[in-house]
Structure formats: C-alpha cells, structure tokens
Nanobody
Framework: QVQLVESGGGLVQPGGSLRLSCKAS????????MKWYRQAPGKVRELVAS????????SYAPSVKGRFVMDRDDAESTVYLKMESLKPEDTAVYYC?????????WGQGTQVTVSS
C-alpha cells in the first residue's frame, strides 16, 4: 500500500527554521506530483508548495514565497520543505500529498508551532 510519512515538525521561535520531510513508499515516486499543504485550527487546508517529477518547476503560496523552499530527492523517495524566517501565522499541521493523474495520497501530518 502507498504510505507517506511526514517528520520534522516541532516548536520553533519566530524567525527560526525547520525542515520537514516526507518519506514515500509503495509507489513509483518519480511519477507523482508532490505537494505540501497546511491546515490551522478552524481554517481551510491551504496549498503551500508543489514540485513536479523530473522537473525544476516549483510553485509556492504567496504567503511563504521567499521563505520556504521545497525540494525532492527521487533516489530516496523523499520530499522536503525547508522553512525559514518562520512566523506565528505559519503554525499549522503540515500534510504531504502525492498525486498522479487520478489519485491522491496523504500523510498523517506533522505539527509546526511558531511561538516565543
């Protein structure tokens, strides 16, 4: 079965940095569009970043552009989200998503809390 496992979340002070990881198994990783979403309590789920397989094309939400960088390591079937200059409004559960032409798969999420 397909499984996505996120890690790297935690508590960080404003202005700090974290790197999230998403390890995939049970799929041909290079065939999937990979995305990061986040959802804060009482808020709708928001697309944060995405990267195409075998491509340098990346996209970011305006709220994180210039602060977050998404990358993928196909050899390790892993995607990353490097987050810098973190703000309290970045606090959310962050979810990994894998998408092919007809199917979406989701990880369980990892909590990121930005607070002093």
């Amino acid at each position: 079965q397909v499984q996505l496992v996120e890690s790297g979340g935690g508590l960080v002070q404003p202005g700090g940095s974290l790197r999230l990881s998403c390890k995939a198994s049970g799929l041909f990783f290079t065939r999937y569009l990979m995305k990061w979403y986040r959802q804060a309590p009482g808020k709708v789920r928001e697309l944060v970043a995405s990267v195409f397989s075998s491509s340098t094309v990346r996209s970011y939400a305006p709220s994180v552009k210039g602060r977050f960088v998404m990358d993928r390591d196909d050899a390790e079937s892993t995607v990353y989200l490097k987050m810098e200059s973190l703000k309290p409004e970045d606090t959310a559960v962050y979810y990994c998503n894998a998408q092919d032409r007809i199917t979406d798969y989701w990880g369980q999420g990892t909590q990121v809390t930005v607070s002093s």
